[in-house]
């Protein structure tokens, strides 16, 4: 994933130099990054030096100090992107975020624009964590991703975010998977059978929907209601008639509810 030059094939983002001038490269590695008049090619091509060298991190310190030092300069407008590339890539996607929405702010209307959203909803995606934490990233990262694909549908962008929003998605039924288990283990049944209904309602076309379906039955078990049980093996039946879910759900059908309508 950090790949940097793979990333910038993918997305599309040029760090071409500028006219032939040098960098500033070896010695310190923060040393170029103190505040120093300099003309935009100089700084321009240090920033996108460090950047090929691996330094992201140093690389938008510099890209931010090109729009500092030169707001009204042609070049601002890029070393704005290329700030916010460069953060990402370093893993600081809070500044990749506050980036992107800052050029968002002040070029609403650029074509770079959907990169920009694109760059925004990447930066929540790589933050998603386990289902055992809290979801807050991961419901930002839908939303966001949500935004790509329908603000830009027929770009390479939105084709990436549709893609992710399944994975989402998966992950996000995989929490309430996690809590209605939880909730079974417990013989809190009522509490279960409200976030399987959840996965299978809101989350009908993950990987989690079979289970969901099987769990739905054992708790309508629990709960005494035989005919609901019933009625829910066999969409998991009709649906995923091979699955080890349905051979689960039939045999305690056969043996708690067989003989109840």
């Not at 040393?31 to 300099?38: C, G, I, L, N, Q």
């Not at 929405?101 to 998603?128: C, M, T, V």
């Not at 966001?144 to 992950?171: C, F, I, Q, S």
Request: proline share 3%; hydrophobic share 40%; with cysteine.
């Amino acid at each position: 994933m950090k790949n940097m030059i793979t990333k910038a094939a993918l997305l599309g983002l040029s760090v071409t130099a500028l006219s032939a001038c040098g960098t500033l490269g070896g010695g310190d590695k923060g040393a170029d990054t103190s505040y120093v008049a300099r003309d935009v090619d100089t700084l321009y091509n240090a920033a996108k030096d460090r950047l090929d060298r691996g330094q992201a991190k140093i690389a938008a310190a510099l890209f931010d100090e090109v729009e500092r030092q030169h707001p009204y300069s042609p070049w601002a407008r890029r070393a704005q992107q290329m700030s916010a590339f460069s953060y990402y890539v370093a893993g600081d996607y809070n500044k990749a975020i506050e980036s992107s929405r800052r050029f968002l702010s002040i070029h609403p209307g650029n074509k770079d624009a959907p990169y920009a959203y694109y760059l925004i909803a990447l930066s929540y995606y790589e933050q998603i964590g386990d289902v055992t934490r809290d979801q807050k990233i991961t419901e930002q990262a839908l939303t966001t991703l949500g935004e790509v694909a329908r603000r830009y549908p027929d770009t390479r962008y939105a084709a990436d975010a549709r893609l992710k929003m399944d994975l989402v998605n998966d992950h996000l039924a995989g929490k309430e998977m996690e809590i209605g288990r939880f909730y079974q283990r417990r013989g809190q049944w009522l509490a279960a059978t409200i976030r399987f209904r959840e996965v299978i309602e809101k989350y009908e076309t993950t990987t989690h929907s079979a289970e969901a379906l099987m769990r739905l039955t054992e708790s309508y078990l629990a709960l005494g209601i035989p005919a609901e049980a019933k009625k829910t093996a066999a969409v998991l039946g009709a649906n995923y008639p091979g699955s080890k879910w349905y051979e689960r759900a039939f045999e305690l059908v056969n043996k708690h509810a067989a003989s109840e309508i």
